[in-house]
């Protein structure tokens, strides 16, 4: 049974798509079949992040509009079997996306034995998050720890939940918070909201929590998703993140600060 | 015996041009598909909608008309009032014209004891215009809501009384006709009595809205307004002024 999963936040710039590459190479690291589609058409980032640009020749668009086929335009990932990309168009604007050219695509890829199709969702609330959330299965929900991208995620979550096509049909939209650029220290400090204020907010179900981290600017400009950096913070918190998504159970690493860790280690020795 | 004026809800057919028979055989196929619902139904007819000349309308025909479909009529309303004698004539009652209910009817709310979600703009307006009509309104049925009420979203629960379980968000709207019951933490706007009912009352569990409204009396809450920020409490209506209360 394919799932399909929209990467969603409301608000620009909280890592949408950084969590998109990275939780879809985990996906297929872990041997299922998964394609991650770029919704945001004149935009594309997608394919940088995945360090594909220079093999992109047909996207989205095209075969939404009949000019190329689902084959030609996917991309094969070199260094993750089961991963495929779907580029955005980037000479084109998001009314060149329709509900029945997204469907066909996304009935496509789960005929072709896709376990995960992942969304990557633009920012805003608009025709092309719209068209990004409309077929979800399930929704992992982009949060930073700030006020502003909290309440556009708490807006994103009643479109989700009121005009999806599963809420159509009256069924409820899976909810998952991911909370990325999180900074123990700084909430420590005062100035950042802590996962449990977003999480009070927001009441839904916490997928897992990404530390700030350099390496993931570092990955996003060398096009290797963050995942595959086994070294850095960040990418063992995605790995956490793909395996809670598929049913383990293990604790949060990395939400607190090295110092507090420190004196509790003196403490307790 | 008392005698009371009091409302009911009513089916009414708008009508829109003189064609009796077209208007019959449209009504005949609504009827088909809820003949239960429809049967021996008391209906109004409404002519605020009218294009044609109301004194050539054929009031008997229509009567007759509704009568054979198994609806009976009760009243005529908004028509222009050179057809009155026509409209006695034929048997009609002529019933008080309310430009409130018509102008409600042909704006379509946007939604009926359900979520819907509707840009922010739309529900500013709401809040100044809070319709002050139709003080008796029946009180029918209560309205649960356990789902989060999501920031932009707006929740109304028409002629009734509302419980909401989950928690409300910061830049939600919620509105009842009549009291509203809040066990998660309010955080939205809450507006009770929304159509005049000075009666209604707000309970929540944790107080922190952004405002507080009973039948169209509103007020901001600031920190300043009330100790009782994020703790249960009542609102209430004393003559024009909000009094909240602890619970």
């Known amino acids: 049974m394919s799932k399909v999963i929209v990467v969603t936040s409301g608000k620009g710039g909280v890592g949408k798509t950084t969590s998109s590459a990275a939780f879809a190479a985990g996906l297929a690291s872990k041997g299922h079949k998964t394609a991650v589609i770029d919704f945001d058409v004149g935009l594309r980032n997608l394919d940088l992040i995945m360090g594909v640009e220079r093999r992109v020749v047909y996207d989205f668009v095209n075969v939404i509009n009949?000019?190329?086929?689902?084959?030609?335009?996917?991309?094969?990932?070199?260094?993750?079997?089961?991963?495929?990309?779907?580029?955005?168009?980037?000479?084109?604007?998001?009314?060149?996306?329709?509900?029945?050219?997204?469907?066909?695509?996304?009935?496509?890829?789960?005929?072709?034995?896709?376990?995960?199709?992942?969304?990557?969702?633009?920012?805003?609330?608009?025709?092309?998050?719209?068209?990004?959330?409309?077929?979800?299965?399930?929704?992992?929900?982009?949060?930073?720890?700030?006020?502003?991208?909290?309440?556009?995620?708490?807006?994103?979550?009643?479109?989700?939940?009121?005009?999806?096509?599963?809420?159509?049909?009256?069924?409820?939209?899976?909810?998952?918070?991911?909370?990325?650029?999180y900074s123990p220290e700084r909430v420590e400090?005062?100035?950042?909201?802590?996962?449990?204020?977003?999480?009070?907010?927001?009441?839904?179900?916490?997928?897992?929590?990404?530390?700030?981290?350099?390496?993931?600017?570092?990955?996003?400009?060398?096009?290797?998703?963050?995942?595959?950096d086994k070294e850095s913070q960040a990418g063992q918190a995605y790995m956490d993140v793909v395996s809670r998504f598929l049913g383990e159970d293990i604790p949060l690493r990395f939400v607190e600060s090295e110092e507090k860790k420190g004196f509790f280690k003196k403490l307790f020795g | 015996m008392q005698l009371k004026g009091e409302m009911s809800m009513l089916n009414v057919l708008h009508i829109q041009d003189t064609d009796v028979s077209e208007i019959c055989s449209k009504l005949e196929q609504?009827?088909?598909?809820?003949?239960?619902?429809?049967?021996?139904?008391?209906?109004?007819?409404?002519?605020?909608?009218?294009?044609?000349?109301a004194l050539e309308f054929d009031f008997s025909a229509l009567k007759q008309g509704l009568l054979d479909l198994g609806f009976i009529p009760v009243g005529s309303r908004n028509f222009p009032p050179a057809a009155n004698n026509l409209m006695r004539e034929s048997g009609w009652a002529i019933?008080?014209?309310?430009?409130?209910?018509?102008?409600?009817?042909?704006?379509?709310?946007?939604?009926?004891?359900?979520?819907?979600?509707?840009?922010?703009?739309?529900?500013?307006?709401?809040?100044?215009?809070?319709?002050?009509?139709?003080?008796?309104?029946?009180?029918?049925?209560?309205?649960?809501?356990?789902?989060?009420?999501?920031?932009?979203?707006?929740?109304?629960?028409?002629?009734?009384?509302?419980?909401?379980?989950?928690?409300?968000?910061?830049?939600?709207?919620?509105?009842?006709?009549?009291?509203i019951h809040i066990y998660g933490a309010l955080r939205g706007r809450v507006l009770a009595g929304a159509r005049g009912n000075e009666s209604a009352r707000i309970y929540c569990q944790s107080l922190q809205a952004e405002l507080i409204a009973i039948a169209g009396r509103y007020q901001?809450?600031?920190?300043?307004?009330?100790?009782?920020?994020?703790?249960?409490?009542?609102?209430?209506?004393?003559?024009?002024?909000?009094?909240?209360?602890?619970?």
């Open chain 1, 66 to 181: 009949g000019e190329s086929t689902l084959k030609q335009a996917l991309i094969k990932d070199k260094r993750v079997e089961n991963l495929y990309i779907l580029p955005a168009s980037q000479t084109r604007d998001k009314d060149a996306l329709n509900k029945e050219g997204v469907e066909s695509v996304i009935n496509e890829l789960k005929a072709d034995g896709f376990d995960y199709i992942v969304c990557d969702s633009p920012a805003g609330i608009e025709k092309g998050a719209f068209m990004a959330l409309y077929f979800a299965d399930e929704a992992i929900v982009v949060t930073n720890p700030e006020v502003s991208s909290v309440r556009d995620s708490d807006r994103i979550l009643g479109i989700l939940q009121s005009r999806s096509k599963v809420a159509e049909e009256g069924g409820t939209v899976k909810e998952h918070l991911l909370i990325t650029r």
């Open chain 1, 189 to 228: 400090g005062g100035d950042m909201l802590s996962k449990e204020d977003i999480q009070e907010i927001l009441s839904i179900p916490l997928l897992g929590v990404i530390p700030e981290s350099g390496s993931v600017l570092q990955a996003s400009n060398s096009g290797n998703p963050v995942i595959m």
């Open chain 2, 30 to 53: 609504k009827r088909d598909e809820a003949p239960q619902f429809f049967m021996q139904s008391p209906i109004v007819i409404d002519g605020s909608e009218l294009s044609g000349n």
């Open chain 2, 95 to 179: 019933m008080r014209d309310q430009q409130s209910t018509s102008s409600v009817s042909k704006s379509e709310p946007v939604q009926k004891n359900q979520v819907k979600d509707s840009p922010v703009e739309e529900s500013k307006e709401n809040i100044n215009t809070a319709p002050q009509t139709n003080p008796v309104a029946v009180m029918k049925t209560q309205m649960t809501v356990d789902r989060p009420v999501r920031s932009g979203q707006q929740v109304y629960a028409e002629n009734s009384d509302m419980t909401v379980l989950s928690p409300t968000s910061a830049g939600s709207e919620i509105m009842a006709d009549g009291s």
């Open chain 2, 220 to 247: 901001l809450l600031d920190e300043s307004d009330t100790t009782l920020k994020g703790k249960p409490a009542m609102i209430r209506l004393d003559g024009e002024k909000l009094v909240i209360e602890a619970l």
